[in-house]
T-cell receptor, first 112, second 113 residues
Framework: GESVGLHLPTLSVQEGDNSIINCAYS??????FIWYKQESGKGPQFIID?????DKRQGQRVTVLLNKTVKHLSLQIAATQPGDSAVYFC???????????FGKGTRLSVIA | KAGVTQTPRYLIKTRGQQVTLSCSPI?????VSWYQQTPGQGLQFLFE???????NKGNFPGRFSGRQFSNSRSEMNVSTLELGDSALYLC????????????FGSGTRLTVV
């Protein structure tokens, strides 16, 4: 498969454990945040999003936490499965006609 | 409903040549954004188009250009290719300008030799 990031930080977790992936964002004016999952040979796939008026949002097995004070975002994956192995990106956007800006990404490796 | 379609999937070009990549957004989506993804730089924003007009442009040289057609399909062009242009080029579509729901295609893998 194609490598999407040879120099990414890697998080290795045991199958069934919870995973926490962190992201520091750069723009204090950002009001919308997204987590994407990218598997080898594919484009980024939407996981979950959160707006700046929220601190926490839950999806199916995933939770996103937002700390605007320290400009920090985290993605929690419950009961991590082998299919969760991928590169995870956070992205931020501010209101209006501005582009979506991506963080560097974290590679999640699930050990069966 | 069909997703974002990018063609070709893979491309090999020689230094100095030019290349055109195509992106068909999700039906009904009118905004298209392009990103360059490399191992060293991650996903870098190239440009965004809405209603056939470039709305935003990233920090790339003028060799990188794009356009959008009346049916919202978009093309990007890279002229005078350099080895460093080797990358995965990703297209994302969203419903309207300034909206937040971005859906990505699988990308075009460009290799410059």
């Amino acid at each position: 498969g194609e490598s999407v990031g040879l120099h990414l930080p890697t998080l290795s977790v045991q199958e069934g454990d919870n995973s926490i992936i962190n992201c520091a964002y750069s723009n204090s004016a950002s009001d919308y945040f997204i987590w994407y999952k990218q598997e080898s040979g594919k484009g980024p796939q939407f996981i979950i999003d959160i707006r700046s008026n929220m601190d926490k949002r839950q999806g199916q097995r995933v939770t996103v936490l937002l700390n605007k004070t320290v400009k920090h975002l985290s993605l929690q994956i419950a009961a991590t499965q082998p299919g969760d192995s991928a590169v995870y990106f956070c992205a931020e956007k501010s209101s209006g006609n501005t582009p979506l800006v991506f963080g560097k990404g974290t590679r999640l490796s699930v050990i069966a | 409903k069909a997703g974002v379609t990018q063609t070709p999937r893979y491309l090999i070009k020689t230094r100095g040549q030019q290349v055109t990549l195509s992106c068909s957004p999700i039906s009904g989506h009118r905004s298209v954004s392009w990103y360059q993804q490399t191992p060293g730089q991650g996903l870098q924003f190239l440009f965004e188009y809405f209603s056939e007009t470039q709305r935003n442009k990233g920090n790339f040289p003028g060799r990188f250009s794009g356009r959008q057609f009346s049916n919202s399909r978009s093309e990007m062009n890279v002229s005078t290719l350099e080895l460093g242009d080797s990358a995965l080029y990703l297209c994302a579509s969203s419903l309207d300008e300034g909206t937040y729901g971005y859906t990505f295609g699988s990308g075009t893998r460009l290799t410059v030799v």
